[in-house]
């Protein structure tokens, strides 16, 4: 009689069955992990961690979106702080042009009304800089160029005495969210005071060039001058927000990183472990044949001979 027939052996017959085929249905499931390198294709296969998983991922889209805003914003600011050190050359060509108009030797051969005119476009058109469609020094109004230049920019209404007659922009700055619990302000507008004072003193040279008074024309120098200081200290606080923003963002990236890794542990195969479990099952698996096999093919008879 067949052994798998006899009362006696029924039940281990089955149970060797449901451990070969459990044994079997696991080496298909890790080879199917090393084929598609990943642990399992939904949530049940993530042994428990599921939540872990979920918080992890939704933390990685946190910092990637702030990791895309960063890298915008850092590059609004560092366009902006461009655009400044332009407009602070341009300030040099004004000041040497006004040295020069100051020397009587030289009055009337430099053209100074056109030379001056042109360099304020010229100013004008850095302060007007357009970033992805926006414009970068006029505050939360983006839609205009912050600094008038059609039909002309309008001189100061007191040459002398800045003021903001040739800005158009708003009066407050664009905030920004670079992490949690943490906001700066884009704050390098048209109409700071530093460009207020080279815009009238620009008024004022050409006044003084006009009146050909070196008095007026020395107020000018002066209020240029320190005009040019206040805009080199915008430059600064510009550098300094650049270097803020990168190092917010290199943590960003840090953290988002290391929440990758973390994920891919629990979502992807180790392909080392998977292969060494894939050998354990098999020499088991095949054992637990050899060992059925030489049990089924016992009979009483092979004792009693």
Do not use: C
């Not at 281990?12 to 069955?17: G, I, N, Y």
């Not at 070969?20 to 080879?31: H, K, L």
């Not at 357009?130 to 912050?146: E, K, M, Q």
């Amino acid at each position: 009689m067949p052994t798998i027939t006899r009362i006696s052996t029924y039940a281990v017959h089955q149970r060797s069955l449901s451990d070969f085929n459990s044994v079997q249905a696991r080496i298909v499931d890790v080879q199917g992990q090393i084929s598609s390198g990943i642990k399992a294709r939904d949530f049940s296969g993530l042994n428990g961690q599921v939540e872990q998983f979920v918080g992890l991922e939704a933390t990685m889209r946190k910092s990637k979106a702030y990791i895309n805003a960063n890298e915008e914003s850092i590059s609004r600011v560092q366009t902006t702080r461009n655009a400044v050190a332009s407009s602070i050359n341009i300030i040099d060509d004004i000041e040497n042009y006004l040295t020069l108009r100051r020397n009587p030797a030289n009055a009337d051969n430099i053209a100074f009304q056109e030379q001056i005119r042109s360099m304020r476009v010229a100013l004008a058109k850095e302060l007007n800089t357009n970033f992805s469609g926006r414009f970068l020094f006029g505050g939360t109004r983006t839609d205009v160029p912050p600094v008038i230049t059609e039909p002309a920019i309008p001189e100061a209404y007191d040459p002398g005495v800045p003021d903001t007659a040739y800005y158009q922009g708003s009066e407050e700055n664009i905030i920004i969210r670079p992490q949690d619990n943490f906001e700066t302000e884009l704050s390098v507008r048209a109409d700071d005071p530093a460009f207020q004072k080279i815009f009238s003193a620009i008024s004022q040279a050409l006044e003084g060039d006009t009146a050909d008074d070196d008095r007026i024309l020395a107020d000018a120098m002066d209020l240029l001058q320190q005009g040019k200081e206040e805009v080199i200290a915008l430059q600064t606080r510009l550098d300094a927000q650049i270097v803020d923003l990168r190092d917010i963002n290199e943590r960003h990236n840090s953290t988002f990183l290391y929440l990758k890794g973390v994920t891919e542990d629990i979502a992807n195969t180790d392909i080392v472990e998977a292969s060494t479990q894939i050998a354990l099952d098999q020499a088991v698996l095949n054992a637990s044949f050899q060992a059925f096999a030489t049990v089924t093919r016992l009979r009483l008879t092979d004792f009693l001979r």
